[in-house]
């Protein structure tokens, strides 16, 4: 009896841990359909409910900048002191590489939003369903001059593509690379991916949709790598995001004795392969260009499974592990009302730190010391009625810790505040504004 008990207690650690590191994926689950959309112009509003962001009005199908909102409240929350000893990092062009991209920022539930079937009408207005607010200059200057240095740009692009080729829209193309263009033309980095594209209908890692899932894979990395061919190494292509299986047992975590959890594992290697060669034959800087490879929902679980594995790649040293990680997930992602839930963190806490530095570290051993560069692609704590104070602590001890270890890290951010539900915004876009200037200094603080 004591030896059941035992065990059950480490299946439910290994969820917990599995789980603390997947957001974005999760948010999304319940999305806007048409009947959500009118389409006359209106203002836009976003209210976060659990689980869904909801757009209570319309969206515009043409983009208008926004005046950008240069009176921003000086911080009146205390950014805390955090002292880590920086461990040993190697001394790489690709290690520099990741330093240089010092912080970075997700415009998230924009070009990631879609619909189960194409069911609106105007395809750019995918970019406002979730979010309420069209991309502008104005809004990537305010993150440039804030101090962020990088920006992911999350894409699905299953709405946006027709034929058994998977051929993408010209105009939802066009509409991209000019956001993409926004932070590439300031010199900043930019991370372009595969987002809510994870579906038995285009890719799926298990062996059973595997042939599909290359079709799809090898089909929008080509026209990726074609159109973008040209851009310098400030464009980082992500092959996939958070690839799971979606809908089963084990999407949110990962069992590695499961013989289904150990096919999708070998699935997601296949295709990340697949994704190497395809963006390495394409022309222009292609072959030189860093390319962000996760694991099984690009957990940190994920990344350090042993069936994990980097692509063999011609070009040496161009490879980054992929982690997302909303860590601690009781204090970070779990909803308020949930059992379990923790709305307090403190920097100088073990008992609030101590879920960051073990996954961290682990990272560290596994792949930085080993030469392996790590870019945590998304992390973030969501409001918990007001709980700026610790979302402060908890901002500037994770990229302290992460930056002494050689990562850099990409706050999401949703465009979300009220409501009951995953409220990870910090700039309001349609203000150009930051609502939560304090929490951007604590991140700002250890970034360099």
């Not at 194409?118 to 101090?147: F, H, K, M, R």
């Not at 010199?187 to 994870?198: A, E, F, P, R, S």
Request: glycine fraction near 6%; charged fraction near 20%; proline fraction near 3%.
């Amino acid at each position: 009896m004591k030896k059941n008990k035992k065990f059950i207690v480490s299946i439910m650690l290994i969820f917990l841990f599995a789980f603390s590191f997947s957001a974005c994926g999760k948010k999304e689950t319940n999305k806007t359909t048409s009947k959500d959309v009118s389409e006359t112009a209106t203002e836009n509003t976003v209210d976060s409910t659990e689980n869904n962001t909801e757009v209570t009005t319309t969206v515009t199908p043409t983009v208008t900048p926004t005046e950008a909102v240069t009176a921003t409240p000086e911080a009146t929350s205390n950014i805390p002191d955090v002292v880590i000893e920086a461990k040993s990092v190697p001394d790489t062009e690709a290690f520099q590489f990741v330093k240089d991209m010092k912080i970075g920022w997700n415009l998230g539930n924009t070009f990631d939003a879609f619909t189960d079937g194409n069911t609106v009408a105007n395809e750019l207005s995918y970019e406002t369903i979730w979010c309420g607010v069209a991309t502008s200059q104005p809004i990537i200057d305010t993150l440039y001059d804030a101090g962020f240095n990088s920006i992911r740009i999350p894409v699905s692009w299953h709405n946006h593509v027709s034929g058994d080729d998977f051929t993408i829209s010209e105009a939802w193309l066009n509409r991209v690379q000019e956001v993409v263009d926004y932070a590439y033309n300031k010199g900043m980095y930019v991370i372009l991916n595969t987002h809510h594209d994870n579906n038995v209908d285009f890719y799926y890692p298990t062996s059973e949709y595997i042939e599909g899932s290359k079709r799809y894979i090898q089909s929008i990395w080509s026209q990726l790598a074609s159109r973008f061919a040209d851009y310098n190494d400030h464009l980082i292509f992500e092959s996939m995001n958070e690839p799971r299986m979606v809908g089963s047992n084990f999407e949110w975590w990962l069992d590695p004795n499961d013989d289904s959890c150990k096919d999708a594992v070998q699935s997601i290697n296949l295709l990340n392969q697949l994704f190497v060669d395809t963006v390495r034959n394409g022309e222009g800087n292609n072959n030189n260009r860093y390319l962000m490879i996760p694991g099984y929902d690009a957990s940190a679980q994920g990344a350090l499974d042993a069936g994990y594995a980097l692509p063999k790649d011609l070009t040496k040293d161009k490879l980054i592990v992929s982690v997302h990680a909303y860590t601690p997930y009781n204090f970070a992602l779990q909803g308020p009302t949930e059992s379990g839930n923790v709305s307090e963190f403190h920097a100088d806490s073990k008992d609030s730190v101590k879920d960051i530095d073990s996954f961290m570290d682990q990272l560290y051993t596994k792949f930085i010391s080993n030469g392996i560069p790590v870019v945590i692609g998304e992390f973030g704590a969501r409001d918990k009625d007001g709980n700026t104070q610790d979302r402060i602590d908890y901002a500037t001890y994770y990229i302290a810790a992460a930056r002494a270890r050689g990562m850099s890290c990409f706050w999401w951010d949703n465009n979300a505040f009220t409501g009951t539900g995953e409220n990870f915004g910090l700039l309001d876009r349609k203000l150009v504004m930051w609502r939560y200037k304090d929490i951007v200094q604590g991140l700002m603080k250890y970034a360099n």
